[in-house]
């Protein structure tokens, strides 16, 4: 089984539809992350939590909103999604650190806005 | 602030020949870097790092990488390439301090022909 999972892998939904994405780990880490992935664009930090009561913007965050609701899951949420979300989104988790700690990351979801 | 950047979009070698990709950084500190893998239809996954320790650093599957300060450069290398090494390659540096966060260049498409 993966260390960390996320579902869906893909999702095709419309314009103004609610989407939650989630993730789930079993490595036991504390920090827990959400990125999303566009064609020339590296990988864009959307989220971060670094436990549960611990949730913090990146780069990108509007649009999006998260839930930390255990140390294990993570989700996001696009709460009207519109079609420049359409993009794969990744999770990742990492251990407590001084910035020296990898990140471990999941398949992605595809998701496409109509 | 950080920056990373990856010089090439798209990198081709035959199979047998030298893999290079470039990564320069920026950052006022200190930095800790990072390669990763993306094969098609998956996550990222962790090649090696650098946290101050030795300047070449070794990683999985026959790719090391030598950390210059005076070039400010972590280039990836690999002496043989194979035709399984045909992936998305991206440079990532921490931002340091007690937030652990990823910065990731644009990323490199490396084909290997035949």
């Given at each position: 089984d993966?260390?960390?999972?996320?579902?869906?892998?893909?999702?095709?939904?419309?314009?103004?539809?609610r989407i939650?994405?989630?993730?789930?780990?079993?490595?036991?880490?504390?920090?827990?992350?959400?990125?999303?992935?566009?064609?020339?664009?590296?990988l864009r930090?959307?989220?971060?939590?670094?436990?549960?009561?611990?949730?913090?913007?990146?780069?990108?965050?509007?649009?999006?909103?998260?839930?930390?609701?255990?140390?294990?899951?993570?989700?996001?949420?696009?709460?009207?999604?519109?079609?420049?979300?359409t993009a794969l989104y990744f999770c990742a988790t990492s251990r407590t650190g001084m910035g020296n700690q990898p990140q471990h990351f999941g398949d992605g979801t595809r998701l496409s806005i109509l | 602030a950080q920056s990373v950047t990856q010089l090439g979009s798209h990198v081709s070698v035959s199979e047998g020949a030298l893999v290079l990709l470039r990564c320069n950084y920026s950052s006022s500190v200190p930095p800790y870097l990072f390669w990763y893998v993306q094969y098609p239809n998956?996550?990222?996954?962790?090649?090696?790092?650098?946290?101050?320790?030795?300047?070449?650093?070794?990683?999985?599957n026959g790719f090391e990488a030598e950390f210059k300060k005076s070039e400010t450069s972590f280039h990836l290398t690999k002496p043989s390439a194979h035709m399984s090494d045909a992936a998305e390659?991206?440079?990532?540096?921490?931002?340091?301090?007690?937030?652990?966060?990823?910065?990731?260049g644009k990323g490199t498409k490396l084909s290997v022909k035949p």
């Open positions: 993966a260390d960390v999972t996320q579902t869906p892998r893909n999702r095709i939904t419309k314009t103004g539809k939650m994405l989630e993730c789930s780990q079993t490595k036991g880490h504390d920090r827990m992350y959400w990125y999303r992935q566009d064609p020339g664009l590296g930090l959307i989220y971060y939590s670094f436990d549960v009561k611990d949730i913090n913007k990146g780069e990108i965050s509007d649009g999006y909103s998260v839930s930390r609701q255990a140390q294990a899951k993570f989700s996001l949420s696009l709460e009207s999604a519109i079609p420049n979300q | 998956q996550g990222l996954q962790l090649l090696l790092k650098y946290t101050s320790a030795a300047t070449l650093v070794k990683g999985i390659y991206f440079c990532a540096v921490s931002d340091g301090g007690s937030q652990g966060n990823l910065i990731f």
